[in-house]
């Protein structure tokens, strides 16, 4: 209710005490309405350009997995995709994915690369790229992925069929140095750090292939699988998403440890 009142020449408006009250409560709604529609367009876009990074990115065969897991050639690969400000914000910084793949009796290494960073690794003479698929296709997969809650996988008895195969998938992005501290409190309960000189946030997948669906989870020596689970972890994994929620903090000698000697099957 406004109520109007004369004072000299100039008309003015007195607010009553609850009309400001609501008045507030109106803004302080707007205000927060607004936050959330924002919030709701800024993380919708985070998600897709981070599923459109993961999707698109270039695949290399690791000829010598000794040479380019070298630290001082695999910290440069970070220094050169390196982001600053805004982007870095948005987006958090690029990753590569590090994987190894055993199937048929053979053991094989992968890395893949943003395409918009292959040029760094055409120069490496330990790698090469590759244009076919890395991972069989047509097949019932099993995923585990390994993080705080569930540090270890251990393997069914199961003796690998020919068209049948397990795969080691590591996301891996370096921490810089201004971030070491920033949450290392949390970090050091995870599984894996030590006092290395570098140190990564990762994902770390294990991927199981074969001609059943029983068959993958036996491999992996599950009991059971959640289906909608699994089939997210199927479509992260071969989409080569960093999932912040599944991270774990690994140093650079334990992330080359497991992946070329402790990852056997």
């Not at 870095?88 to 053979?106: A, H, N, Q």
């Not at 699994?230 to 650079?252: A, G, M, P, Q």
Request: charged residues 25%; aromatic residues 12%; glycine residues 4%.
């Amino acid at each position: 209710m406004k109520v109007y009142f004369q004072c000299g020449r100039a008309n003015q408006i007195l607010i009553l005490p609850g009309n400001i009250y609501n008045i507030m409560f109106e803004i302080i709604l707007i205000a927060f309405l607004l936050i959330f529609i924002l919030w709701v367009l800024f993380s919708h876009n985070k998600t897709t350009e981070r599923r459109a990074r993961a999707i698109n990115m270039s695949f290399f065969s690791i000829k010598s997995v000794n040479g380019f897991t070298e630290e001082s050639d695999l910290l440069n690969i970070f220094r050169n995709m390196h982001l600053e400000g805004w982007n870095r914000f948005l987006y958090g910084d690029p990753y590569i994915s590090l994987e190894k793949v055993i199937t048929g009796g053979k053991i094989e290494y992968y890395v893949a690369i943003p395409k918009k960073y292959e040029e760094i690794l055409n120069k490496d003479i330990h790698v090469s790229k590759v244009e076919k698929d890395i991972l069989p296709i047509n097949k019932h997969y099993a995923v585990a992925c390994l993080h705080q809650r569930e540090p270890y996988l251990k393997f069914g008895e199961l003796k690998l069929h020919e068209d049948e195969g397990v795969a080691l998938q590591i996301l891996a992005r370096h921490i810089h140095p201004e971030r070491s501290r920033e949450g290392s409190q949390r970090a050091s309960a995870s599984h894996g750090v030590h006092d290395g000189k570098s140190h990564f946030e990762s994902n770390v997948r294990v991927l199981a292939w074969a001609d059943s669906k029983d068959r993958a989870r036996k491999i992996l020596n599950f009991k059971k699988i959640k289906n909608r689970s699994n089939r997210r972890l199927v479509f992260d994994f071969f989409s080569r998403i960093f999932e912040n929620s599944e991270r774990v903090k690994i140093s650079f000698q334990h992330l080359k440890n497991f992946l070329i000697n402790k990852f056997v099957y």
